[in-house]
């Protein structure tokens, strides 16, 4: 069977100056289609057992409108946040940026990725448990659905399409198929 | 009679697409069209924030895409026109959807093959604008069971290839629609084949397609010139909705096959669609049929015809029925001039 998740690519903030890892030419292989409304459709589809996994992306790189984007976010079923690699963020606002995504999206999984920043992910996961404990949504870590794959650690080289398969399984594994 | 070429229900938030089938090869990816509708439809928001309006149509020189919202989808379906019938069925077809799937379309991720049993509401659906009723089915021999159900059941032994679906309405004592329902679902599981008969009694009428082609400045126009030159715009011309093709043959003086050729082509791109005509004959004393007629065997004919010409029944149907050709009965009938009034239906 083919399962279909919509899966919007996202920069650490809303900024102008969004970074993305993976690149375009990793995401897609056959088919190219592309609009101007600011917005990049972007297909990905992986054999993950006996299922089809139909990826599809929405790059709002374009965009430079935070209300259209905001609205291209809803009913997302996954979020990459693609982080800047050259700087430290805060902390705090990455935490808000993802509570900003989660408003229009709260059901999502969110895969948070960069280059060695396993310890900033480890922080972020932290501060946004202890706030949404804090707010009283959830009781433990493990209800959050947020994952990160720290690219550092593989070459460069088909970075893209491992990122992708590896949230592809992790979608798929919040399915009952 | 409008040419649909697919249909897209599309989730609402999401954007991806539930359900999606293609009633001719358009070769458009159901993921980045539904995708492309959801992000100008978010688009047309922004500009304008009414949460009670929303885009409905989308059109260019030679198709639209005509949207209507449900509560969790919305369906996009592209054809040559607006046209309000294939509206009204895309209406109907995200309610019978929403209503079937209604829990499915919460789920974590989109399993396509659920809905895809769909595909048989949606086919019956559009059954009507798919196929012709002036269309010959025959029956493709073939292994598999065909799929039973009463109108099928009732309309499998009327299938020879010699009947229209007019006709087969008919014998069947069904709806038209009915019969073009049947049909499409048994087409689209290719148990039938749908062949185009033309006869030279058949009458053409124009479409709003056809009245775009007549303007030398349009796309429309300058394709059937480059197909047939003048002689495809002449006929266009000459298809008034009232004479026949010997009619027409005979008025632009050119061999009925090449006449044949153009048709075919024009009905195909849905720039001319078949006529049906239903006579109705007033009520006459037996002295003004006599006087109309000459000899015994006529009168029993007009009094005949007096009795089924209630505007109910097509002229192919009282042919059928009275075993006279289409031709006869109209040169008799207009015999009794002012008596007769006919109502001209486009299928």
Redesign the interface.
């Known amino acids: 069977?083919?399962?279909?998740?919509?899966v919007i690519l996202v920069g650490s903030s809303e900024s102008d100056n969004e970074v993305y890892l993976i690149e375009e030419k990793d995401i897609l292989k056959g088919?190219e289609?592309q609009?101007n409304?600011g917005?990049d459709?972007k297909?990905q589809y992986k054999v993950i057992g006996e299922n089809k996994v139909?990826l599809?992306l929405?790059l709002t790189k374009g965009e430079k409108?935070k209300?259209?984007k905001q609205?291209?976010y809803?009913?997302?079923?996954g979020i990459v946040v693609l982080f800047e690699t050259s700087k430290e963020e805060n902390i705090d606002q990455i935490i808000a940026r993802i509570q900003e995504l989660r408003k229009n999206s709260p059901?999502s999984s969110i895969l948070l990725i960069g280059r060695n920043i396993r310890n900033r992910m480890n922080q972020i996961v932290e501060g946004y448990t202890r706030q949404l404990i804090k707010e009283g949504k959830v009781q433990k870590k493990t209800d959050l659905n947020i994952d990160f794959y720290d690219v550092g650690v593989l070459d460069e080289k088909g970075v893209g399409t491992a990122i992708l398969d590896f949230f592809a399984r992790k979608?798929?594994s919040?399915?009952?198929? | 009679m409008v040419k649909l070429q697919g249909l897209y229900i599309i989730?609402?938030?999401?954007?991806?697409?539930a359900f999606s089938t293609e009633f001719v090869h358009a070769n458009l990816?159901p993921?980045?069209v539904?995708?492309?509708l959801t992000?100008?439809s978010?688009?047309a928001?922004?500009l304008h924030a009414d949460k009670q309006k929303d885009i409905n149509l989308i059109k260019r020189e030679d198709f639209v895409i005509m949207i209507e919202d449900g509560n969790k989808t919305f369906g996009a379906l592209i054809a040559d026109f607006d046209d309000k019938d294939a509206r009204a069925t895309l209406k109907r077809v995200i309610g019978l959807f929403e209503e079937e799937f209604d829990k499915n379309l919460d789920?974590?991720?989109?399993?396509?093959?659920v809905f895809e049993s769909f595909k048989d509401v949606v086919v019956k659906e559009f059954g009507s604008l798919l196929v012709n009723p002036f269309y010959f089915p025959k029956l493709i021999k073939t292994d598999e069971n065909i799929p039973r159900d009463p109108p099928i059941d009732k309309i499998l032994p009327l299938i020879d290839g010699e009947k229209n679906l007019n006709e087969i309405a008919y014998a069947a004592t069904l709806p038209v629609e009915e019969v073009c329902q049947a049909i499409s679902i048994l087409e689209s599981k290719n148990f039938v084949e749908l062949r185009i008969k033309i006869e030279e009694l058949d009458i053409f009428s124009t479409t709003d397609k056809a009245t775009e082609a007549f303007s030398r400045e349009t796309k429309y126009h300058r394709k059937i010139i480059d197909k047939f030159g003048d002689k495809g715009i002449d006929i266009l011309y000459a298809l008034d909705g009232k004479k026949d093709l010997k009619e027409i043959e005979k008025e632009l003086q050119m061999p009925f096959n090449d006449l044949l050729k153009i048709i075919i082509y024009l009905l195909e791109e849905r720039f001319i669609t078949w006529i049906e005509l239903y006579p109705i004959m007033r009520q006459m004393t037996p002295d003004q049929v006599i006087a109309l007629t000459s000899d015994s065997q006529e009168q029993a004919l007009a009094f005949t015809l007096m009795n089924i010409c209630d505007g109910t029944y097509p002229l192919s149907s009282i042919s059928r029925k009275l075993e006279l050709s289409r031709g006869e009965i109209r040169r008799f009938l207009k015999r009794f001039r002012n008596n007769v009034r006919w109502i001209v239906k486009k299928i």
């Open positions: 069977m083919t399962i279909k998740f919509k088919e289609y609009t409304l917005l459709f297909l139909n599809v929405w409108h209300e259209i609205n291209f809803k009913g997302a079923d059901n979608l798929l919040r399915t009952n198929y | 989730l609402k938030l999401r954007g991806i697409p990816h993921d980045l539904s995708g492309f992000a100008i978010h688009f928001r922004e789920e974590f991720g989109i399993n396509t093959l």
